[in-house]
């Protein structure tokens, strides 16, 4: 790999003129008087300084004053494939870990995968390309992250090792494992049987159907890890890699993607919850898309990762979900069946959330609504004023409801 994208997706983004992050789960949008309210906003909102790369957050200290008693921090991303946001997350990194004492950072991506981009960041002699493609998920083969990944190296090596930043992965659909033990790289303590290893083989080809023989042999494969895993403590990675090998079978026995949905927030949440009772004392920074990190169902009723963390942690958990109104992103084209580049060129529904938020006093900002709400009066419905609002999600317009 001798050269990376400057975008998650492969293609060049120009700079998005406006941009807002969002905080789920809030009331702030059931709105009346879009004069009055957008007054009001301009009176709660954090200015982020624009530089080329979104750099500069000089106001970053009353953005941090809302986090006191957080140690789940999860900053989302309206879709994947957007440059200004992985700069953005990477300054707000660089913050959060020098300012506030933040120490595991949980990606979107394969628990097992991401141990070798682990190594990297603590000062492993690791070619840093490879790192970047263990994690196992394209939408961090990107420049902007390969910075924040290099500062983050560069920090570790001037702490103690008990004072450095690591990387997990909190997800398990294509589960890196399952690929060691069908090729011998990982081996279980009893060699797996040759049922297991036709389940293995239906794991590894999990975007095709799974027949009736396929299911026993998986039950005969999470048999066999079940019982490696009952040599290990509770704590033990290897235990924890093997786990998500028993995740992605359900996963995979899930009959539809809707099912599939449920299983895998599941256990992204579960995951981030293993790492943060595996290490209570460090601040966990949380990398997903909005969908995965939203305290609330979105576009159905999927209780999401956020939605658990949310129940498990209360206040200990803040999400913080990136949004914009015009601009540019990469994405997967269903109809060309190729990365391609989109366009939202602004909302024209005036009650939607993006087109209130463009109306304010700054291009770039953070709204906290947690302290914004400390005004209730904006967030007083008329009669007429709709129960959810839309927001812009690639590829297609997806629903949030504004609740408490």
């Known amino acids: 790999m001798k050269q990376i994208s400057s975008n998650a997706l492969g293609i060049r983004l120009v700079l998005i003129p406006f941009i807002f992050f969002l905080c789920f789960g809030a009331s702030l949008l059931k709105v ?31 953005f941090g004053d809302g986090l ?15 440059k200004e946001f992985m700069d953005f997350r990477g300054t707000l990194i660089r913050h959060l870990v020098t300012d506030l004492g933040y120490k595991n950072i949980i990606l979107e991506a394969d628990f097992s995968g991401c141990h070798y981009l682990n190594k990297y960041v603590q000062g492993g002699k690791i070619d840093k390309y490879q790192a970047l493609l263990s994690a196992a998920y394209g939408i961090w083969n990107t420049q902007e992250f390969l910075n924040t990944i290099e500062w983050l190296r560069s920090y570790n090596l001037k702490q103690d090792p008990s004072n450095r930043v690591a990387i997990y992965g909190a997800d398990m659909q294509k589960t890196v494992p399952a690929a060691y033990l069908s ?20 794991l590894l080809n999990s975007y ?7 299911r026993r042999n998986l039950i005969q494969l999470q048999n066999e890890i079940e019982a490696e895993i009952s040599l290990y403590p509770d704590t033990s990675i290897i235990a924890q890699d093997f ?13 539809n993607w809707y099912k599939k949905e449920i299983v895998r927030d599941k256990y992204m949440a579960t995951n981030v919850e293993w790492i943060y009772e595996r290490e209570p004392n460090k601040k966990i920074i949380f990398l997903a898309h909005n ?3 939203s305290k609330n169902p979105v576009y159905n009723d999927i209780e999401r990762a956020g939605n658990f963390l949310r129940k498990k942690f209360m206040e ?10 015009t601009g540019k ?8 069946k190729r990365m391609n580049v989109f366009e939202m060129s602004g909302m024209e529904k005036t009650n939607s959330s993006e087109f209130l938020l463009s109306k304010t006093k700054y291009s770039n900002f953070v709204l906290d609504f947690k302290n914004a709400a400390k005004n209730p009066e904006p967030a007083t419905p008329s009669a007429s004023a709709p129960e959810k609002k839309e927001t812009v999600a690639a590829p297609k317009k997806s629903v949030f409801e504004a609740t408490p």
């Open 243 to 255: 786990q998500t090998v028993i995740q992605s079978i359900e996963w995979l026995n899930a009959d």
């Open 291 to 293: 969908l995965h990190i």
């Open 183 to 202: 090729t011998g790289v990982m081996k279980l303590q009893k060699p797996i049987t040759s049922k297991a290893k036709e389940g293995l083989k239906a």
């Open 208 to 214: 095709n159907n799974t027949s009736n023989e396929d």
């Open 32 to 62: 009346y008087g879009q004069t009055k309210l957008i007054s009001s906003l301009n009176e709660k909102i954090i200015e982020i300084n624009v530089d080329k790369n979104l750099g500069s957050f000089t106001e970053f200290q009353k």
């Open 329 to 336: 992103f990469s994405a997967y084209d269903e109809r060309e």
């Open 68 to 82: 006191t008693g957080v140690s789940i921090l999860a900053l989302g991303e309206e879709t994947h494939g957007i």
């Open 316 to 325: 200990k958990y803040y999400a913080l979900g990136f949004s914009f109104y």
